[in-house]
C-alpha cells in the first residue's frame, strides 16, 4: 500500500535552532500534504496543507514564517520548524490523502516526528 | 468552523464487556473516518464511512454513520486488552485539491482484565 516515510522519528535540538522534518510519499505521488501537531493526551491539530508546486495553505494561529513548509517535488514534503523554542515540543505528523476505487478518499499517515526543544 | 466532538473522553471496561463511542460533528460531511493512535505512534486507519447508514464491522470493532444526526459511533464487543489505545474520529472537508481532515478529541480506552 502506499506509504509515507517520516524522519527523523525523534530529535532534540537547542533552543534557537532550526529543525526540518521530512515526509516522503514511496510508490505513489502526493500532491498534497498535510502536517498535523500533536501536544501530549491531546487531539491533532491541522497546522497547514502543501501542495506541490505552489505556496502551503496555513491554518488560522499557525506562523508561517516559523514553519517553512516546501513541497518542492510529488514524493517530498518538508516542515521546517524556525527558532525552536521548548513550546515547539510536540508530535508532528504528516499525511497524505489517497484517492480510492469510485473516487472514495483515504489517509496515509507518516510515522511521525517527537521533537523536544531544550 | 468544523467542530467534532467524541465521548467518553476516557474510557475504562472490563475485558469483556461492550461499549460505544460517540462521535458527533457540527457541518454536513459525507465522509468520517476512524483511527487507532498506540502511545508514541502514528495513526492506525480502522474504518471509512462514506454514506448514510454506512456500517463496517473489522473484529471487535464495528462503525456506523449517521449524516442526518451527525453522529457516528463505535462499538466495542467483548473487549481485549489489545485493544487499549486512542481512538479518534475525523471527519473530512474538501479543501481545494483535497479534503482536510478534523479530527475529535479522542477517546482512551483502557481495557482491564
Known amino acids: 500500500g502506499a506509504v509515507v516515510s517520516q524522519h527523523p522519528s525523534r530529535v532534540i535540538c537547542k533552543s534557537g535552532t532550526s529543525v526540518k522534518i521530512e515526509c516522503r510519499s514511496l510508490d505513489f505521488q502526493a500532491t498534497t500534504m498535510f502536517w498535523y501537531r500533536q501536544f501530549p493526551k491531546q487531539s491533532l491539530m491541522l497546522m497547514a496543507t502543501s501542495n506541490e508546486g505552489s505556496k502551503a495553505t496555513y491554518e488560522q494561529g499557525v506562523e508561517k514564517d516559523k514553519f517553512l513548509i516546501n513541497h518542492a517535488s510529488l514524493t517530498l514534503s518538508t516542515l521546517t520548524v524556525t527558532s525552536a523554542h521548548p513550546e515547539d515540543s510536540s508530535f508532528y505528523i504528516c499525511?497524505?490523502?489517497?484517492?480510492?476505487?469510485?473516487?472514495?478518499?483515504?489517509?496515509?499517515f507518516g510515522s511521525g516526528t517527537r521533537l523536544t526543544v531544550v | 468552523e468544523l467542530k467534532v466532538e467524541q465521548n467518553p473522553l476516557f474510557l475504562s471496561m472490563q475485558e469483556g464487556k461492550n461499549y460505544t463511542i460517540y462521535c458527533n460533528y457540527s457541518t454536513t460531511s459525507d465522509r468520517l473516518y476512524w483511527y487507532r493512535q498506540d502511545p508514541g505512534k502514528s495513526l492506525e486507519s480502522l474504518f471509512v464511512?462514506?454514506?448514510?447508514?454506512a456500517v463496517k464491522q473489522e473484529g471487535r470493532l464495528m462503525a456506523s454513520l449517521d449524516t442526518k444526526a451527525r453522529l457516528s459511533t463505535l462499538h466495542i464487543t467483548a473487549a481485549v486488552h489489545d485493544l487499549s489505545a486512542t481512538y479518534f474520529c475525523a471527519v473530512g472537508s474538501f479543501a481545494g485539491t483535497a479534503s482536510k481532515l478534523t479530527f475529535g478529541t479522542g477517546t482512551r480506552l483502557q481495557v482491564t482484565l
Open positions: 464511512l462514506l454514506s448514510n447508514g
Open positions: 499525511s497524505a490523502p489517497l484517492l480510492g476505487s469510485g473516487g472514495s478518499y483515504g489517509y496515509t
